[in-house]
């Protein structure tokens, strides 16, 4: 762990070890999963709430036209996890990237 967090940039290291004890937490509640069972659960949640939004836009624009909400309409993502992979990427230590404030801020 310490070789890890050497690696890092100073002004990254704070996140990796918030991420590394969240991740231990998600291990010990669900010692098979972690956080992966977390985020997939997440994702179907995220899936599941845009083709609901799609639903009903679609149902909407019966009522007022397709033409009034054609920008707004658009399917829901095929994969749910290309929208959290640019996160992933910025932060590679800290799986569910979870913002974190410092003290100067809070």
Do not use: W
């Amino acid at each position: 762990m310490a070789k890890l967090l050497n690696e890092l940039p100073a002004e990254q290291r704070e996140d990796a070890v918030n991420s590394l004890a969240y991740e231990a937490e998600a291990r010990l509640r669900d010692p098979i999963s972690g956080c992966v069972g977390l985020i997939s659960i997440l994702l179907q949640r995220l899936k599941q709430v845009q083709g609901d939004l799609f639903s009903a836009k679609k149902e909407l624009a019966g009522y007022i036209g397709p033409s009034t909400l054609l920008p707004m309409i658009q399917p829901p993502f095929a994969n749910a996890k290309a929208s959290i992979m640019p996160i992933m990427k910025q932060h590679p230590y800290n799986m569910m990237a979870i913002p974190t404030r410092k003290a100067s801020e809070a």
